[in-house]
């Protein structure tokens, strides 16, 4: 194992439907992921983060540029990567023939690990994705957010060295989520390394030591969520639900965001007073509450993550 755990340099990649027209899903991604990382990739729907996770992963082949996962050329020399990594794909399955716990095991035996580090794992997965009650059943009788337990559970308890997890957390309950987020931040304190794509906010600010806005095949920004916060221009979000008629005395406290009566003001602490006191004058209510990810990530896309 040598070099950054995963480097790509100008990834590109457009597919090619007989009969469609042809979509450019990648264009031009270069990005690292540091070992022992936790890095997300955020994006909104059609981003092209599934199209990079699975090129990162070896599932897909690039139409240009390259991938290196610890000094391996993905693309060239996929079977010397492969040991390496471990993923969970998007809409991923375990099979609907065999319970978590068959399922868990059968894979770590089919990866080559000895029956007791298999059997260990297997029980420590199924025990911190809270799938005890549930380890004996076939996965055809299990809700969609215990089949995806399950699939994160097979993931983690390979504890390879770089893990790759595809909206890991879609379908969880909110207990189920921090599950899965306590798991993967204590792997990466036992050194493995992990790649997630997400479009929860809270997701990748809870999780990632960096991540990459992602929007039509290009990253847009990087940097931890920390970065992204500050650059919104303050660190806190005053919501005016009928300011609009203040409209223009507001903009003088910060960066301003109206949306039909209602105005959203991004605010430095040392002004907050100031603002209350205009608001309070005019008879408008006022909520303050902290800059989040979503206001760095309209700032820089343009758009809400959620909206079509
Ligand atoms: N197999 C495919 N054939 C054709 N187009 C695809 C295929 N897979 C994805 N796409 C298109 O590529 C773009 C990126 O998709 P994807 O990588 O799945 O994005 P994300 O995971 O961010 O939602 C989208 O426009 C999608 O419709
Ligand atoms: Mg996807």
Known sequence: MTGEALRSRDLRKTYLTKGAPEVEALAGVSLEVRRGERVALLGRNGAGKTTFLRIAS?????????????????????????????VVPQEGKPFFHLTPREQVY????????????????????????????????????????????????????????????????????????????KCLRGLTQRGSTILLTTHYLDEADALSDRLYIIEHGRVLVDGTAEDLKRSVGGTLKVTIPN????????????????????????????????????????????????????EAFLRVVGRSINED
């Open 106 to 181: 059968t894979y770590l035996r089919a990866r080559g690990l000895a029956r007791e580090t298999a059997k260990a794992r297997t029980e420590s997965a199924l025990d911190q994705m809270g799938l005890g009650d549930f380890a004996d059943r076939l996965a055809i009788t299990l809700s969609g957010g215990q089949r995806q337990r399950t699939m994160v559970a097979t993931v983690i308890a390979t504890e390879a060295p770089l893990l790759f997890l595809d909206e890991p957390t879609i379908g969880m309950d909110p207990f189920a989520r921090r599950a899965v987020w």
């Open 243 to 294: 300011g609009r008629r203040e409209l223009e005395r507001f903009r003088g406290f910060g960066s301003v965001v109206a949306d039909q009566d209602a105005v959203t003001v991004i605010v430095a602490p040392e002004r907050l007073g100031e603002l209350m006191d205009v608001a309070v004058r005019a008879g408008l209510a006022a909520t303050v509450g902290p800059v989040t990810l979503e």
């Open 58 to 86: 070896t599932l897909l082949r690039p139409t240009s540029g390259t991938i290196e996962v610890f000094g391996h050329d993905g693309d060239r020399a996929p079977e010397k990567v492969r040991p390496y990594i471990a």
